[in-house]
């Protein structure tokens, strides 16, 4: 058994770069020793997208970009026995499998191994009315929409599983993220489940590790505060782990980007609520007193995390149908343009009362106010700021599409209806997802693998 075990993270969310992967791959064949990559494509809504995705097509219901993401390192990966680990299979993991099964064929490797987690959709065992609510928006009203799906955050054993069983390529759905980076230095070390300690550096890695190039500079980037070499070529981070618990974080070489002391913190800190008690589906982490150490160019060590019993209960997100987004957008330029996209948005919002259009409206005066201001638009409404262009965007919420798509249509009316020099309009609908999140226990659940091979996979 090696003493370090490198694990290299090759997405941070579903939309992220498709080729990030191979420079990741690159520098840890070069490095030699054992290793393995993960892709972590999910979001809290994404898998509610991709459970309406398949409810068009049973087919679909994946990561889009799947093919994309592991085509140009699939062959190398199980040439040099790197074990790939992904949610990319988000409502539909098994159809991922067969997606990666024809791929695999194609690239003359008729043998290869694909595990495939369920478990984590738990619409049929679990029941609204009595397991606990868990939402931080407390008070959040749902509307008693109809449910769209219903996912439980699985820990790291059904993918430790599916890896001693002697999967090449393990596709799960939801997952808790830390458990991508954890799963393979169990199967690698052996550690214990109740190892807390050992746990936490894996779950620590992984958190470190899940948002991708977060954690090389991309969110830190702030050009003339917080510059990074090369940002259009930044590279994807990698972890090196000790059986005894060390942790250093570096990236793919010849790729831009940095790891620094203060990336480290941020990313450490991201989606914190409480630093002494982070909950993961694997151990509960207290980041309290960790230290963090430059020791080289682009390698960070991280020490003094440590871990807890995992929690007893399991969170499982719900995601119910909230109705219709509709977005129209119309742009106004040149002399007087503030007037003419104030009174834009004006005629906007007494076309949808004339209409008697059943939706709540908000308006955005891009390039005067939008980040900062409320429904009621008072920022734009007082602003005196008179800029080259403004992109006036009407955004309403309905039940229904007819009534998102008509609302959204009456900014292409103003093309001929007025005011003067509107251009580059844009209309559409999209389906609205909302969520709240329940605990579940363990013992609700019934997680576990199943083990396919490229040439046997239709």
Not at 369 to 388: C, F, I, L, Y
Not at 393 to 422: F, K, M
């Amino acid at each position: 058994m090696s003493a370090i075990y490198r694990v290299g993270n090759c997405s941070g969310f579903s939309g992220d770069r498709v080729d990030a992967a191979v420079p990741v791959v690159d520098t840890l064949i070069a490095l030699g020793g054992p290793c393995a990559i993960f892709f972590e494509t999910l979001g809290e809504r994404t898998v509610a997208l991709a459970q309406l995705e398949k409810r068009r097509d049973p087919d679909r219901g994946y990561e889009p970009m799947l093919e994309r993401l592991i085509e140009p390192v699939l062959v190398r990966c199980a040439k040099h026995g790197i074990p790939i680990i992904g949610n990319f299979g988000a409502a539909n993991p098994a159809g991922a499998a067969k997606v990666i099964a024809r791929l695999a064929r194609r690239l003359g490797l008729p043998d290869l191994k694909i595990g495939v987690v369920h478990g984590d959709d738990v619409r049929d065992r679990l029941n609204l009315e009595t397991h606990e609510v868990y939402e931080a928006d407390t008070g959040l009203d749902m509307g008693g929409g109809e449910v769209v799906s219903a996912n439980a955050y699985l820990d790291a054993k059904p993918i430790v599983d599916a890896l001693k069983a002697g999967a090449q390529i393990v596709v799960t759905g939801r997952t808790g993220d830390p458990s991508l980076c954890l799963a393979p230095l169990i199967h690698h070390f052996g550690w214990a489940y109740d190892d807390w300690e050992k746990m936490a550096v894996g779950a620590t890695a992984g958190h470190l590790l899940e948002c991708g190039a977060q954690l090389t500079g991309g969110y830190y980037y702030d050009p003339g505060y917080k510059d990074i070499p090369d940002p259009a070529n930044i590279g994807f981070p990698i972890a090196e782990i000790t059986a005894e618990g060390g942790l250093v974080v570096t990236k793919a070489t010849s790729t831009g980007g940095l790891v620094n002391a203060q990336i480290v913190k941020e990313q450490l800190l991201y989606e914190i609520h409480d630093p002494r008690h982070y909950i993961t589906p694997d151990v509960i982490l207290d980041f309290s007193g960790v230290t963090v150490t430059e020791i080289g160019k682009d390698r960070v060590e991280v020490k003094g995390f440590k871990g807890s019993p995992a929690p007893t209960t399991i969170k499982a997100t719900v995601c119910f149908d909230g109705g219709w987004l509709g977005e129209g957008e119309i742009s106004y330029a040149g002399p007087n343009c503030r007037a003419r996209a104030r009174a834009a948005a004006d005629v906007l919002l007494e076309r949808l009362k004339i209409r008697k259009l059943d939706v709540q409206a908000r308006i955005d005066l891009i390039g005067v106010s939008s980040v900062h201001d409320g429904d009621s638009g008072d920022k734009w409404r007082s602003s005196v700021q008179e800029p080259d262009d403004i992109r006036v965007r009407l955004a309403v919420s309905a039940r229904t599409q007819d009534d998102a798509d008509q609302a959204a249509r009456e900014a292409l009316a103003l093309y001929c209806c007025g005011p003067a020099g509107g251009g580059g309009v844009r209309w559409r609908t999209t389906p609205r997802i909302r969520t709240q999140s329940y605990l579940m226990l363990p013992t609700d659940l019934a997680p576990g693998f199943s083990l396919h091979v490229a040439k046997e996979l239709a």
